[in-house]
């Protein structure tokens, strides 16, 4: 039954409609893909399981008790809706930030008129979005224009869901991370959803039917390829570099472990510099600071972010990959970049400026507030991040072609296998030893 009618909801969904149909919304829709209406249902409860299955992992299920596994089912839905209201806030918020940033650059107001300081805009523009009209091209392969704009957002949810926002909260007698899904394999996990993200712009571009989207995926699948392995060595050099940490055995995959070992100060690392080190928190910005450039520049360009935005570029290409897209199917694709853009800022400040790590001021201030303090360190030092992404956007020209290629093959590729190369040998003095290094 709850599938037949995930079906139904499926067969009516606005996104599947469209005015020319008539009767059956779902016809093309099913002879392009094979879904008949309750197979449609299975796919939409797959996705269901999918994301539910990955936080019920982390979660502590004791054995042999109903209710308490209900408990925890709960806290598990609860976990996965409040990081996706989350995203929704975000993204609106940045971007009227950006629009406000931006516009203080070239000497405008920006957003003014919606709610004060025009913060209501975005909002406003998201409702318009919603209720225009969706036009399908004709010549568009309908099964994979409809599915792209899905492709883009589900990866992006499930990428912030790695983030760690807090060491976790005691609730019904049980420790309840601040996290989608705590993952042993999480850094894993981030670098595969973010390869799943290109397919979207491949699959919109090419089954678009239209010159300009097919360029647009093109270059996308070009500039995945040529700035995810650079990212992904970055990533390789703070998981090495987390074995060094006081009382760590190896590296670590998992985001909220990588944040636990940056907890304190460096004091005890080079014995005659300790009373400097011991003022300097335990970041992994300090020794791994090539690396936080590399995958800086990496995660710009992995977002298809100015300068790296070729896919879309709009004097090039229209639209780029979206070109055909409108109404709520072109929101999806707009939200999906500005999650990206909060995941990859929210990630740096996990792995390289300590997460939540920061004074919490326990004893002094009350309970409530020490307890979300850590949530508000890795906010303030993501949107730091955000900031930056937003500042380059407004000041730097968009890259030729053959430079977008050049930096990241000639350039970030061969400095990133260098760094880790360096990384190996510093990790190597450390654990074996040397004089003046504990």
């Known amino acids: 039954m709850l599938t037949r009618l995930a079906g139904r909801l499926a067969s009516s969904s606005p996104f599947f409609l469209h005015p020319g149909w008539g009767q059956e919304p779902l016809r093309r829709w099913t002879s392009a893909t094979g879904f008949q209406g309750e197979e449609g249902g299975f796919l939409l ?6 994301i539910f299955h990955l936080g019920r992992g982390s979660a502590q299920i004791p054995g042999g008790n109903p209710l308490m596994d209900w408990v925890d089912l709960l806290l598990v839905a609860a976990r996965v ?14 971007i009227w930030l950006e629009r406000k940033i931006v516009a203080d650059m070239q000497n405008r107001v920006g957003p003014a008129r919606a709610g004060p300081w025009g913060i209501l805009q975005t909002l406003a523009d998201g409702v318009k979005l919603f209720f225009k009209e969706q036009v399908t091209p004709r010549k568009v392969d309908l099964g994979a224009y409809l599915l792209a704009p899905f492709l883009a957002v589900v990866p992006a949810f499930l990428i912030f869901m790695m983030v760690p926002l807090g060491p976790g909260l005691e609730v019904a007698g049980r420790q309840v991370p601040l996290q989608g899904a705590d993952l042993n394999i999480g850094i894993l996990f981030i670098l595969a959803m973010s390869s799943m993200a290109v397919y ?3 699959l919109a571009g090419w089954s678009s039917g239209s010159k300009y989207p097919l360029l647009g ?3 996308a699948t070009a500039q995945a390829i040529s700035y995810e392995a650079a990212m992904g060595l970055a990533m390789v050099a703070v998981v090495m570099f987390s074995a060094t940490a006081p009382g760590a055995e190896s590296g670590t995959l998992s985001l909220a472990e990588i944040v636990e070992r940056q907890s304190g100060n460096w004091s005890g690392t080079v014995a005659f510099l300790d009373p400097v080190l011991s003022l300097i928190p335990r970041w992994y910005v300090f020794p791994q600071v090539v690396a936080f450039v590399i995958f800086f520049l990496s995660a710009v360009a992995e977002t298809n972010r100015a300068p790296f935005d070729l896919v879309e570029a709009e004097q090039e290409l229209v639209g780029g990959f979206h070109t055909e897209y409108s109404g709520i199917r072109f929101a999806m694709f707009f939200l999906a970049e500005y999650i990206n853009i909060l995941s990859m800022c929210a990630i740096a400040a996990t792995l390289f400026f300590g997460g939540w790590n920061g004074p919490t001021w326990e004893g002094v201030m009350p309970g409530w507030i020490s307890a979300i303090l850590p949530v508000v360190w890795l906010m303030l030092k993501s949107y ?5 992404f937003f500042w380059i956007r407004a000041t730097l020209p968009r890259l ?9 093959w000639k ?4 400095a990133s296998m260098l760094w880790l190369v360096v990384s190996t040998v510093v990790i190597g003095f450390r654990q074996f030893g040397l004089p003046f290094i504990g």
């Open 45 to 50: 409860w797959g996705w269901a399981f999918l």
């Open 217 to 219: 995926g093109v270059r």
């Open 400 to 408: 030729r072609y053959d430079q977008l290629m050049s930096l990241g």
């Open 81 to 94: 809706v409040g990081v996706f209201a989350l995203l929704v806030v975000l993204t609106i918020v940045n």
């Open 411 to 414: 350039r970030l590729i061969p």
């Open 200 to 202: 979207a712009v491949v």
């Open 384 to 388: 730091v991040l955000v900031v930056a």
